[in-house]
């Protein structure tokens, strides 16, 4: 499984450094130079791109991480902390493309936001003039990333404190810090943080990286001239000037570069925290303005939660609505034409988003299952090496090794289209399907195979008879996460597959900038639907099975 993670990336990064410092025999290029990077210094503009890929991904990634913390401190001992894990939960699913679509739906200027606040307002008759989104700032690159990344971190925080021995005992930390009259906020932030944070490093890591290259919100609430630097990566790779493709390489080596940049001074920056907070742990102070701080994220939370739930009524009531003047808060009519129009042209697309999650997910259950098996009869667990490979994916930028590997396909003349775009999706959904389900695997009771196996039970047995049912309900919830990974993949999809495959987030995000709202609101809807369906039958499947099988 390592091989199929590590191989495709490592290829696609050679294949992508050839053509940056002048190797591409396409175009008759067999000497190696720097002309790439002379072109891609001298492209105007290229100072503002690379600017905004980094301002951008490190801003949101630092707000979700900070918004996820205090909603951790504030909530650790509510049981709030419970009701927001399952308002934000099913955000997590919502692709990138359908997040940054509705996004735009609540603040472009005849959005929800300023439908809302023109009957207060003098002179809103008409909607404002302002660039939200597509700001040259990124604020709406920043907004988009930062709601859709907080979810995914909050629950991988939650998931770690689910874990039996580490939650009980931090949780009794906890409570011994209040004891000694710790505010809870204080305690948190002295008992409880230092221990979570390490589980916590590589997602927040992942998180970063993606943030850094992310082509989907960028392109959707990004700004267009120009935007940033992995819009026009993608941009010079897809135009018809082949000699484009040099430049190209060499802006994938400097987005590498960015990427690590970002990674290097988020780790600076926690080794220099750790350095100066020392003193402040050991110091036996109990109150830092905890009761504000509290405050301050009740406000945080509520906002956010405001924002999503109006960004995602502003997509529903668009794909519903028929005419709809401004400042109207809602349509002068509904009408279900947008919707019978768009289900008939998204027939082809749908059908093939449906296969390639299938394929894509059914290889990483099935892989991650063997390689956990045979994990179990070395009695050999995954080393901090397997772990950062495992993440390899998520780390490097995918807009750098794609293309690469799509010119590998090429060069071993791979036609399979659908087949490429299932093993492009599969490098994505691996990672996500191994660490949702190695957990449960590892934690099975290990006495029911021991007792099997004194019986007289071959291993193969003990695994389709034994283990198998009892991880029923974890292995459809990690096929669940599969799907929606792979039902959200643009780049994979868009390269992979040449343009000759359409699937729902491609035609959604091509729609986003240029077609009609409302067919828009369509297709990010049913992009949200697909894994919202994933995770209700992966829900109500084990348990039907399960009571059949009884």
Request: aromatic share 10%; hydrophobic share 55%.
């Amino acid at each position: 499984m390592m091989a199929l993670l590590v191989l495709p990336v490592i290829g696609g990064l050679i294949a992508v450094v050839l053509p940056a410092f002048g190797w591409f025999p396409v175009l008759g290029h067999t000497q190696f130079n720097v002309s790439g990077f002379v072109d891609l210094w001298h492209t105007p503009g290229i100072g503002y791109m690379a600017q905004l890929s980094v301002s951008t991904s490190f801003i949101s990634t630092l707000l979700a991480f900070v918004i996820t913390i205090l909603i951790l401190a504030s909530y650790f001992t509510s049981p709030w902390l419970g009701y927001i894990q399952r308002l934000l939960g099913p955000i997590l699913v919502i692709p990138h493309a359908a997040a940054a679509i509705a996004i735009g739906f609540l603040i472009t200027p005849s959005g929800m936001f300023s439908r809302l606040v023109s009957p207060w307002l003098s002179g809103w008759d008409t909607p404002p003039d302002w660039l939200f989104p597509h700001d040259a700032m990124g604020l709406s690159i920043i907004l988009g990333l930062t709601l859709k990344e907080l979810p995914f971190l909050l629950l991988m925080a939650l998931g770690v404190l689910a874990q039996p021995e580490l939650g009980h005992t931090l949780r009794a930390q906890h409570r011994v810090a209040l004891s000694l009259g710790y505010c809870p906020m204080t305690a948190f932030f002295k008992v409880v943080l230092p221990s979570l944070y390490p589980f916590l490093r590589l997602p927040i890591l992942a998180v970063l990286a993606y943030a850094s290259a992310s082509v989907e919100i960028p392109l959707i609430l990004g700004p267009n001239s120009p935007p940033t630097l992995a819009v026009a990566i993608m941009q010079w790779f897809h135009d018809v000037d082949l000699s484009l493709r040099i430049k190209a390489s060499a802006g994938a080596i400097v987005q590498i570069a960015l990427t690590l940049l970002l990674l290097l001074g988020w780790w600076l920056a926690e080794k220099l925290i750790k350095t100066l907070s020392q003193s402040m742990l050991v110091n036996g102070k109990r109150e830092y303005a905890g009761a504000i701080m509290q405050n301050i994220t009740h406000v945080i939370t509520m906002l956010m939660l405001t924002v999503i739930g109006l960004a995602l009524l502003g997509m529903v009531l668009w794909s519903f609505a028929g005419f709809w003047a401004y400042p109207d808060l809602l349509p002068n009519t509904f009408v279900t034409q947008h919707w019978q129009s768009a289900l008939q042209q998204m027939r082809t697309p749908l059908v093939d988003t449906l296969l390639i999650g299938v394929c894509a997910t059914g290889l990483a259950v099935v892989l991650t299952l063997l390689t956990l098996e045979a994990e179990q009869h070395t009695n050999k667990t995954a080393s901090r090496l397997s772990s950062v490979i495992i993440y390899l994916p998520l780390l490097i930028p995918s807009i750098a090794f794609l293309f690469g590997l799509v010119w590998v396909l090429e060069q071993i003349n791979s036609h399979h289209t659908f087949i490429n775009v299932v093993l492009a999706h599969l490098l994505f959904v691996l990672p996500y399907v191994f660490l949702s389900l190695a957990s449960s695997f590892r934690h099975l009771d290990p006495r029911f195979s021991y007792v099997a196996a004194s019986l007289g039970a071959s291993q193969a047995k003990i695994f389709w008879q034994i283990k198998l049912p009892m991880l029923l309900a974890p292995i459809f919830i990690a096929a669940a996460l599969g799907l929606a990974i792979s039902f959200s993949q643009y780049l994979p999809t868009l390269l992979a597959g040449g343009g000759r495959i359409n699937t729902i987030t491609t035609e959604a995000v091509s729609l986003a900038n240029g077609a009609s709202r409302r067919t828009s609101a369509v297709y990010a809807l049913v992009q949200m639907l697909l894994p919202a369906l994933g995770f209700l039958l992966a829900w109500a499947l084990p348990k039907m099975l399960l009571t059949h099988r009884e």
